[in-house]
């Protein structure tokens, strides 16, 4: 493995892991619109504001996603990520999909790690106040974090079948 190809990566699994963690600041947007108009105090501007940071928002996530998924090779070379080691190749005799393996692993662990407590602590809080199946706002945050705890959950015990999409998408975009 050449280091540029470790930067390569280290670099799409950060794009792609800050992007999944960013998904919980969008669902915040989104859940400020469903109680939009509950305050008589709420005007139009309130909307438009929110509707602005939002697309913002997710600008910034699809820059993310594009420059460190798509364009890694752009900031290997306007960092000089590569540069500076004083062997041009790293002599490790893992497979392609050994390194996939560990990378999903990881990524569906800090998932996983993130999303369990918060689950834990939304359905505390909702059987606190006796609310649990009632049209709850907090609710729909314990099917939020349960959806996300699974999915890590997914990403760590069912690695292979994610593997193997991916290297037939690679074999795909080969043929």
């Not at 915040?28 to 504001?49: A, M, T």
């Not at 996939?100 to 993130?114: N, P, Q, S």
């Amino acid at each position: 493995m050449t280091i540029r190809t470790f930067w390569t990566l280290f670099l799409k699994s950060l794009g792609i892991w800050l992007v999944l963690s960013g998904l919980t600041v969008i669902t915040q947007f989104v859940s400020f619109f469903s109680f939009f108009g509950s305050n008589p105090n709420d005007n139009i501007l309130g909307i438009i504001y929110v509707s602005i940071l939002l697309l913002i928002t997710i600008g910034a996530y699809f820059i993310v996603l594009k420059i460190f998924v798509f364009n890694s090779n752009w900031i290997i070379d306007k960092l000089k990520l590569d540069k500076g080691f004083q062997e041009d190749k790293i002599d490790i005799n893992i497979s392609l999909r050994t390194v996939l393996t560990i990378a999903i692993i990881v990524i569906g662990g800090l998932i996983f790690v993130e999303a369990f407590p918060m689950l834990c602590k939304q359905i505390f809080s909702s059987f606190q106040q006796k609310e649990v199946f009632r049209e709850d706002p907090q609710f729909s945050w314990v099917i939020f974090y349960f959806v996300k705890v699974f999915i890590g959950f997914f990403m760590m015990t069912k690695s292979n079948y994610l593997i193997d999409f991916i290297q037939k998408k690679i074999k795909k975009s080969e043929d």
